[in-house]
Nanobody, 116 residues
Framework: QVQLVESGGGLVQPGGSLRLSCAAS????????MGWYRQAPGKQRELVAL???????NYADSVKGRFTISRDNAKNTVYLQMNSLKPEDTAVYYC??????????WGQGTQVTVSS
């Protein structure tokens, strides 16, 4: 069992930056593949970025070069550094953790709004 709690969302102007954090508890964090997803109003939830237990990363084309996912296993935390934010990045951002073929765990989400 894994509990995930996101933080760091908020209102930012276009071109600005935010760093999201996801704190995990309840299991061995280092063996989980972690991801950030987002869901905008009226749209399906979509993958933003993934980081494996070994540190390999993958990004959606829409955020490549602007977002960076990282993890600190000593702190049981995964981060999403978001730079050059655009209005279309506005969404609720969710942290997810998954081990092997098991079902994913989800956090409660944190709102990111990019607006002038």
């Amino acid at each position: 069992q894994v509990q995930l709690v996101e933080s760091g969302g908020g209102l930012v102007q276009p071109g600005g930056s935010l760093r999201l954090s996801c704190a995990a508890s309840g299991s061995i964090f280092s063996i989980y593949n972690m991801g950030w997803y987002r869901q905008a109003p009226g749209k399906q939830r979509e993958l933003v970025a993934l980081i494996t237990s070994g540190g390999a990363t993958n990004y959606a084309d829409s955020v490549k070069g602007r977002f960076t996912i990282s993890r600190d296993n000593a702190k049981n935390t995964v981060y999403l550094q978001m730079n050059s934010l655009k209005p279309e990045d506005t969404a609720v951002y969710y942290c997810s953790g998954k081990r092997g073929l098991g079902s994913p765990y989800w956090g409660q989400g944190t709102q990111v709004t990019v607006s002038s």
